[in-house]
Nanobody, 115 residues
Framework: QVQLVESGGGLVQPGGSLRLSCAAS????????MGWYRQAPGKQRELVAD???????NYADSVKGRFTISRDNAKNTVYLQMNSLKPEDTAVYYC?????????WGPGTQVTVSS
């Protein structure tokens, strides 16, 4: 089983930046895709970005050009650099990791964008 721990959330003003981190531990051999989802109050959870073990990335249209996902395979850690944050980015951000046939999730970290 894979354990995930997120960090880096918080309160930021519109236009500001945050960097989320997610460290994986446990049965991390052959981790495949890792990434981030988010869920705002009253809304469904949505994919923000993901990255394969080879480094291929995928982004939601709403964050393209503002967010960057990266991965350090040696540290089993995935990062989400979030720039030009908007109030609509406010949500709980969840990290996930795929180790087939299972997908593991972190407990989530709150990101609030407000003046």
């Amino acid at each position: 089983q894979v354990q995930l721990v997120e960090s880096g959330g918080g309160l930021v003003q519109p236009g500001g930046s945050l960097r989320l981190s997610c460290a994986a531990s446990g049965s991390i051999f052959r981790l495949r895709a890792m990434g981030w989802y988010r869920q705002a109050p009253g809304k469904q959870r949505e994919l923000v970005a993901d990255i394969t073990s080879g480094g291929s990335t995928n982004y939601a249209d709403s964050v393209k050009g503002r967010f960057t996902i990266s991965r350090d395979n040696a540290k089993n850690t995935v990062y989400l650099q979030m720039n030009s944050l908007k109030p609509e980015d406010t949500a709980v951000y969840y990290c996930y990791a795929e180790r087939p046939p299972l997908t593991s999730w972190g407990p989530g970290t709150q990101v609030t964008v407000s003046s």
